[in-house]
């Protein structure tokens, strides 16, 4: 059997890069970002993509790179905040990898992302209430994952070592 992809999905300020960085890393697999390679091609960064073309289009483009780095094997892939929102995003990576959903509380993400200006849906007056509401929204698609990994009180060593020890009981 092919080696099955690592896909992590969760909130935005999950530390989703920083953990699939360290697996890449630990386990020597190649890794991949679906905001990074979104921007790699529009050469132009995700605030400037939504600024000027609108979140429909980045949604469209997600879709895109989502089917794309779904085809690949033994990669570890991390994934844009939203892409659970698609069916179509699940359904493809699900095809070739296991989904762990990073979890975060509302006020853990706020703590992380409040001084950050790259992420266009959080550039609101009221960022806490935004995440909590898309959070609340979202829930349902991220619970579909495979396994869910609790960040919150956790370092990145610990998140990246809780994913490790569920790949070993597979
Ligand atoms: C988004 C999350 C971002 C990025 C874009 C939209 C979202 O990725 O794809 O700003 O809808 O949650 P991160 O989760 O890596 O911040």
Redesign the pocket.
């Known amino acids: 059997m092919p080696p099955k992809n690592i896909v992590l999905i ?5 530390g ?2 920083m953990v699939s960085n360290r697996l890449a890393s630990i386990l020597k697999l190649g890794r991949v ?3 990074e390679l ?1 921007e790699k091609k529009e050469k132009r960064a ?2 400037e993509i ?1 600024r000027d073309s609108g ?1 429909a289009y ?1 949604r469209q483009l ?1 879709e895109t790179v989502v089917r794309e780095v779904s085809a690949l094997e033994g990669w570890v892939i ?6 659970v ?1 698609n069916p179509k995003n699940l359904e493809n990576l699900r095809k070739n990898g296991v989904l762990f959903y990073l979890k975060t509380s509302p006020e853990i993400v706020y703590k992380r992302i409040k001084n950050q200006t ?4 959080l550039q609101v007056q009221y960022p806490l209430e935004k995440i909590r509401e ?1 959070l609340r929204s ?1 829930e349902a698609f991220y619970a579909q994952a495979d396994h869910v990994i609790d960040t919150d009180a956790h370092s990145v060593e610990d998140s990246a070592q809780a994913v490790l020890k569920i790949l070993r009981h597979e």
């Open positions: 969760g909130f935005m300020g999950a989703k890069s970002s679906t905001d979104i995700i605030p939504f979140e980045f997600e991390d994934c844009g905040g939203g892409v929102v790259h992420r266009p849906l898309l979202r």
